[in-house]
């Protein structure tokens, strides 16, 4: 079974707007870590954004926030204010069975591309 | 300061040959990752290195792969008798041992190293 779902292969958004990509996981470990990447064409992965399956607020980081919905196993990633610079492949990851530490391998999504329309 | 560097950038080798890249992580951090990114298989983790502990090779996937690192800092992954399955991009990150990244420990990822076998 997958363990983090990424539904959306590719995403269209209107620059100025804002858009949502979609990830699910599932795990059983009650400590896990949730996070963002994003992949521009150069190739360099980026960290956005980090919840933890403690955390009682959403993370915010500048336009990027996570839209964390633990009864459902959500991780949504909402980009407000797009910019055609944020035209690149999104990926969702989740750190699992870390045991209460920060490290551990984080298994990816298949990944989203979105596309910044001017 | 400087992030992950990655050698060779790009490297082309022919079946049955061995291959050595290199990582070299940010000064300080102790835990070292290694990745492969291809198109029919997404982002798969491969090898974790943390501290002195014993790595977890859980996701090297045959004997033809291994991987060491030398005095905590620099990693070396080794694929001995290439196949054209293994054509990838091998992306190395490391992440840090105190909360100067907010206590998420977010993997830093360096630019990969693009290995095709012919």
């Known amino acids: 079974a997958q363990k983090i779902t990424q539904t959306q292969p590719g995403m269209f958004v209107q620059e100025k707007e804002a858009v949502t990509l979609d990830c699910t996981y599932d795990t059983s470990d009650p400590s896990y870590g949730l996070f963002w990447y994003k992949q521009p064409s150069s190739g360099e992965m980026i960290f956005l954004i980090y919840q933890g399956s403690y955390d009682q607020q959403n993370a915010t980081e500048g336009r990027y926030s996570l839209n964390f919905q633990k009864a459902r196993k959500s991780a949504n990633l909402v980009i407000s204010a797009s910019q055609l610079g944020d035209s690149a492949m999104y990926f969702c990851?989740?750190?699992?069975?870390?045991?209460?530490?920060?490290?551990?391998?984080?298994?990816f999504g298949q990944g989203t591309i979105l596309t910044v329309h001017p | 300061g400087a992030g992950v560097s990655q050698s060779p950038s790009n490297k082309v080798t022919e079946k049955g040959k061995d291959v050595e890249l290199r990582c070299d992580p940010i000064s300080g951090h102790t835990a070292l990752y290694w990745y492969r990114q291809s198109l029919g298989q997404g982002l798969e983790f491969l090898i974790y290195f943390q501290g002195n502990s014993a790595p977890d090779k859980s996701g090297l996937p045959s004997d033809r792969f291994s991987a060491e690192r030398t005095g905590g800092s620099v990693s070396t992954l080794t694929i001995q008798r290439t196949q054209q399955e293994d054509s990838a991009v091998y992306l190395c990150?490391?992440?840090?041992?105190?909360?100067?990244?907010?206590?998420?420990?977010?993997?830093?990822f360096g630019p990969g190293t693009r290995l095709t076998v012919t």
């Open positions: 990150a490391s992440s840090g041992a105190s909360n100067t990244s907010g206590g998420t420990h977010e993997q830093y």
């Open positions: 990851a989740m750190r699992e069975g870390s045991g209460g530490t920060s490290y551990g391998k984080l298994t």
